[in-house]
């Protein structure tokens, strides 16, 4: 084969200035083609950003709307209730003490449930040890209706001697104050026993005379001149 030959074959082939045409224009459509996706970019991040906005809007909405719509909780009155810890002789105590709490600040402490859970919040020691089976059989169990006298219900069967009242009454009639026993170190412990034998409210005349019989010989003697009363406060700011 002739080299002239050879070089028309060679000449008839893509010259170096269409191979530089190929490279620009394959460079202009790349540059297109990233101006295409940058574009595909920006668009898709100003659509997050104002979904972010929108849905933080929203939110913000929501809660402003939730905020204004809450009730918030009275404050409360009382100071709260002090622990109890298992004693059976202090728990009638506790138990008024508890029982005043919820009647004052029970909106304050919340819905029904809130109060259970206040009660279950006032023990320690052995009676949290032993009431905490009852506490978590009842917040498990979605049939029952969670109240603070339902656990105060269960408490009472547990320290609450059934026979407390008549045994109060026994003491109380049996109650006497001793030969030296000044009248105000005398008093509280005669007012408890009426209060346990529930005789609070009982008609002025029976406490007179629970009172009357109970006084030593010295004070009786002393009242001996005095008008008999009719009123049992009266009579004792008289004592």
């Known amino acids: 084969m002739s ?11 893509p010259t170096p200035q269409d191979y530089q045409a190929m490279i620009v224009s394959l460079q202009q459509e790349l540059s297109e083609q990233a101006a295409r996706t940058e574009e595909a970019v920006q668009a898709a991040r100003k659509e997050a950003v104002q979904a972010a906005r929108e849905e933080a809007a929203a939110t913000a909405t929501e809660r402003r709307q939730a905020q204004e719509d809450a009730v918030p909780l009275p404050q409360q009155k009382l100071p709260q209730t002090e622990p109890f810890i298992g004693d059976r002789r202090a728990f009638p105590a506790w138990r008024m003490a508890i029982r005043a709490k919820l009647a004052t600040d029970g909106n304050a402490l919340g819905n029904n449930a809130d109060q259970f859970n206040y009660v279950f919040s006032r023990l320690t020691g052995t009676a949290l040890q032993l009431a905490s089976p009852f506490y978590e059989h009842s917040v498990t169990n979605t049939t029952i209706e969670l109240t603070a006298l339902l656990f105060l219900g269960y408490l009472d069967t547990t320290y609450l001697d059934p026979n407390r009242q008549a045994h109060a009454l026994v003491a109380l009639r ?66």
Do not use: I
Request: net charge negative; hydrophobic share 40%.
């Open 3 to 13: 080299s002239s030959h050879t070089n028309e074959q060679r000449g008839a082939g």
């Open 174 to 239: 049996e109650c006497q104050q001793k030969p030296n026993e000044s009248f105000a170190a005398f008093l509280p412990r005669f007012e408890q026993l009426l209060a346990e034998a529930g005789m609070v409210m009982a008609e002025p005349s029976t406490k007179l005379n629970y009172l009357n019989g109970a006084l030593n010989l010295a004070l009786r003697l002393a009242t001996l001149a005095l008008a008999p009363p009719t009123k049992y406060g009266d009579w004792v700011q008289t004592l």
